[in-house]
C-alpha cells in the first residue's frame, strides 16, 4: 500500500512539473500543428476509379464433352494464378504505354518509379466467395486514373483469353511436329522390319511363335508320322500275308473255296444276333424264334448252294481265272495296293518331317538370334506405333478442345460496374490527416513539457526535497507574495486556455473546410494564377 501511494505522488509530481512547463506545450503544439495543417491542406487531391467485374468458370459444353476433349486445368485456379501475375512488370508497362504515362518519365530512375507507384497503386483484390473482383487507382488526374482502371481491365481480360489461344497454339504446333517425327520414325520402323522378314524369311518364318516351340511341335508331328507309318507297314504286312493265304488256298488241287464272302453272309449274321436276342427272352417254342430260325436256315442254304456252285465252277475252269473271279481275292489286291501307296506317302512325309527337324535343330544357334532381333524390331514398331496412334488421338481431342474453346470461352467475364471515377476527390482522407497531426503537436507539447521538467526540476512538495536532499524536512513556509503569484498563474493559464482554443478553433475551420466547402490550395492556386 505505501508503494502504491509512493508511486501515486510520484505520478503527480512528474504531472505537475508538466503542468509548471505547460508554456511549452502550447508552443509546440503551435508549431506543429500549423505546418503539420497547411502541409495536408496543400496535398493535392486525388481521384480513385472503380471497376468491378465477375468471371464465370462453368461452361456448359464440359460435362458434355468430358472424355472426348482435353481436360482443362482448374479454372479457380488458373484465374488466381492470372490475378497473381496481373501486376507483373510487364503488365505494368503495358498499361503504362497505353496511357501514355511513360512519356513522363524523362528518364530511367524516374521510369521505374513510375512502374513501383503503379504496382504501389492499383488494387486488384476478390471480393466474397464468388469470382467478383476489384479493380481500383488513384490519380491526382481522373481521366489518368479512369485510363488506368480500364487498361487494366482490358489486360486481364486479354491475358485469359490470349494465354488460352497461345497455349492451343503452342499444343498444336508441338503435336503436329511430333506426329511428323514419329510418322517418320514409323515409316523407318516398317521399312527395316520389312526388309528383315525378305532377308529371314529363307531361314525361317520371323513370327512372334518361340523357337523351341517350333522344333518341339515338329519332333512331335516326327514322331506322329513314324508311329502311323509303322501302324501302317504292320497292316500292309497283314494284307500281304492274307492276300499269300488266299492265292494258296485258291491253287489247291481239290479247287476247295475258302475265306467266301457271299451275298446271304451279312444277313446271316443279323439273323443270328436276333435269334440270341429272342432266345434270351423266349422259348424255343415261341412263334417269333421258330419264324426266325426258319429264316436263318433258308438263309444258310442258299449260302451253300452259292459255294457249291462256285465249286463247280472253280473244278471246270483255271486257277488262275478262279483267283481273278474270286472276290476276296481283288478285294485284299486292293488293299494291299493302297496300302502299299500309304505306306510310301507316310515315308515321304516322314523324311519330310525329318528334314525339317535336322533343319531347325542347324539353325539352333541361328534363329534364337534372329527371332531375338526380329522381336527388338516388332517391339520397336509397336512403341513407335503405340505413341503415334496415341499423338494422332491427341491431336483430335485438341481441335476438338479448339473447337469447344470457340464456341464458347472456358471462362467468360461479365463486368458488373464499369471503371467510373466520382467528381468529387477520394482522397486525401484530410479529416483523419488534420486530427492526427492535433494529436501529434499536443503530444510533441507534452513531450518538450516533460522533457523541460526533467532537465529543469522544480521543487514543489516535501517529498520531491526529501528525494533530492539528504537533510530533514521540518516544515513548509509559503511565498510572501502569495497574492502576486497566484494572478500571475491565473494569467498564465488564460493564456494556456486562449492559445488552445485558438488551436482547436485552426482545426475545426479545416474540418469545416473539407466538409462544406472542398476548397484545396490547388483551387487557390488556379484562382491566383
Request: glycine share 4%; charged share 25%.
Amino acid at each position: 500500500m505505501k508503494d502504491l501511494n509512493l508511486a501515486i505522488e510520484m505520478l503527480l509530481i512528474y504531472l505537475q512539473g508538466v503542468w509548471l512547463r505547460r508554456r511549452y506545450i502550447i508552443l509546440t503544439a503551435w508549431v506543429v500543428c500549423p505546418l503539420g495543417w497547411l502541409g495536408v491542406f496543400n496535398l493535392p487531391p486525388t481521384y480513385q476509379a472503380d471497376a468491378k467485374l465477375y468471371v464465370e468458370t462453368r461452361s456448359v459444353l464440359d460435362p458434355v464433352l468430358a472424355g472426348l476433349a482435353l481436360m482443362q486445368p482448374n479454372p479457380d485456379q488458373e484465374l488466381e494464378l492470372m490475378a497473381k501475375s496481373l501486376l507483373s512488370r510487364p503488365n505494368l508497362e503495358k498499361i503504362a504505354r497505353a496511357t501514355d504515362l511513360d512519356v513522363q518519365a524523362p528518364d530511367a530512375h524516374s521510369y521505374e518509379k513510375l512502374i513501383d507507384d503503379l504496382q504501389n497503386g492499383i488494387k486488384f483484390s476478390r471480393s466474397g466467395r464468388e469470382n467478383i473482383y476489384l479493380i481500383s487507382y488513384s490519380n491526382a488526374s481522373s481521366p489518368m486514373a479512369l485510363k488506368v482502371v480500364q487498361e487494366t481491365l482490358n489486360t486481364f481480360v486479354e491475358s485469359q483469353v490470349g494465354s488460352a489461344a497461345a497455349d492451343n497454339k503452342k499444343a498444336s504446333e508441338f503435336l503436329e511436329s511430333q506426329i511428323k517425327d514419329y510418322e517418320t520414325r514409323l515409316t523407318e520402323a516398317e521399312k527395316r522390319l520389312s526388309e528383315f522378314k525378305k532377308e529371314q524369311i529363307a531361314v525361317g518364318p520371323t513370327s512372334d511363335v518361340n523357337f523351341y516351340t517350333r522344333i518341339e511341335s515338329e519332333k512331335e508331328r516326327l514322331e506322329e508320322a513314324r508311329l502311323q507309318l509303322k501302324q501302317t507297314e504292320k497292316q500292309l504286312d497283314s494284307a500281304r500275308k492274307q492276300l499269300q493265304g488266299e492265292t494258296a488256298e485258291s491253287s489247291s488241287t481239290d479247287g476247295a473255296v475258302t475265306g467266301f464272302s457271299s451275298q446271304y453272309d451279312e444277313r446271316i449274321k443279323a439273323l443270328q444276333n436276333q435269334l440270341d436276342a429272342l432266345l434270351i427272352r423266349y422259348t424255343d417254342s415261341h412263334p417269333d424264334v421258330r419264324e426266325t430260325k426258319r429264316l436263318l436256315e433258308n438263309l444258310q442254304q442258299l449260302r451253300k448252294d452259292e459255294i457249291a456252285q462256285l465249286r463247280q465252277n472253280a473244278s471246270s475252269s483255271s486257277p488262275n481265272s478262279a483267283m481273278a473271279q474270286n472276290q476276296v481275292y481283288q478285294e485284299l489286291r486292293l488293299n494291299v495296293a493302297k496300302l502299299e501307296n500309304e505306306v510310301e506317302s507316310q515315308r515321304v512325309r516322314v523324311a519330310n518331317y525329318q528334314d525339317k527337324v535336322d533343319s531347325l535343330e542347324r539353325q539352333r544357334n541361328i534363329i534364337p538370334d534372329i527371332e531375338a532381333k526380329f522381336s527388338g524390331l516388332n517391339r520397336d514398331y509397336e512403341i513407335t506405333k503405340a505413341k503415334y496412334e496415341e499423338l494422332l488421338s491427341r491431336r483430335e481431342a485438341i481441335d476438338l478442345t479448339q473447337k469447344k474453346d470457340a464456341t464458347s470461352q472456358e471462362v467468360q467475364f461479365k463486368i458488373i460496374e464499369p471503371p467510373r471515377v466520382p467528381f468529387k476527390p477520394s482522397g486525401p482522407p484530410r479529416i483523419l490527416l488534420y486530427t492526427v497531426v492535433l494529436f501529434l503537436g499536443a503530444f510533441a507539447g507534452l513531450f518538450m513539457a516533460f522533457a523541460r521538467s526533467q532537465f529543469q526540476p522544480v521543487v514543489t512538495s516535501a517529498l520531491q526535497l526529501k528525494m533530492i536532499s539528504d537533510f530533514p524536512v521540518f516544515g513548509l513556509v509559503s511565498h510572501t507574495d502569495k497574492e502576486t503569484v497566484l494572478k500571475q498563474n491565473r494569467r498564465h493559464l488564460w493564456y494556456f486556455v486562449g492559445l488552445s482554443l485558438m488551436l482547436v478553433t485552426g482545426y475545426t475551420l479545416f474540418i469545416v473546410n473539407e466538409l462544406v466547402f472542398g476548397i484545396t490550395a490547388a483551387k487557390i492556386w488556379e484562382r491566383l494564377l
